[in-house]
């Protein structure tokens, strides 16, 4: 069982910028593809970035050029940095890993208005 915590949400101009970050559970943290997804009501959740256990990365097309992923395997935690923030980024982020299975954070809001 890998658990998830996300944090770094909240509320932001448009053009501004937040870092989520997504701590994890277990021994094996280096081993895992790790990822971000986003969600807004009455839609499929949507990749936004994705960190493979090599570093590898590869984002949505929307975010590409704004948001940029990172892990530090020493602490057990995958980033999304997001810059250029727009309204349409508004959404509820989780954090997903994938090792023999997938697991999912609870979720953070990001909110960008003015």
Known sequence: QVHLVESGGGKVQPGGSL???????????????MGWYRQVPGEQRELV??????????????????????????????????????P?????????AVSTYAYWGQGTQVTVSS
Do not use: P
């Open 88 to 96: 349409e980024d508004t959404a509820v982020y989780y954090c997903n």
């Open 49 to 86: 970035a994705r960190i493979t256990s090599d570093g590898t990365t590869n984002y949505a097309d929307s975010v590409k050029g704004r948001f940029a992923i990172s892990r530090d395997n020493a602490k057990n935690t995958v980033y999304l940095q997001m810059n250029s923030l727009k």
């Open 19 to 33: 870092r989520l970050s997504c701590a994890a559970s277990g021994r094996l943290f280096n081993t895992y593809h």
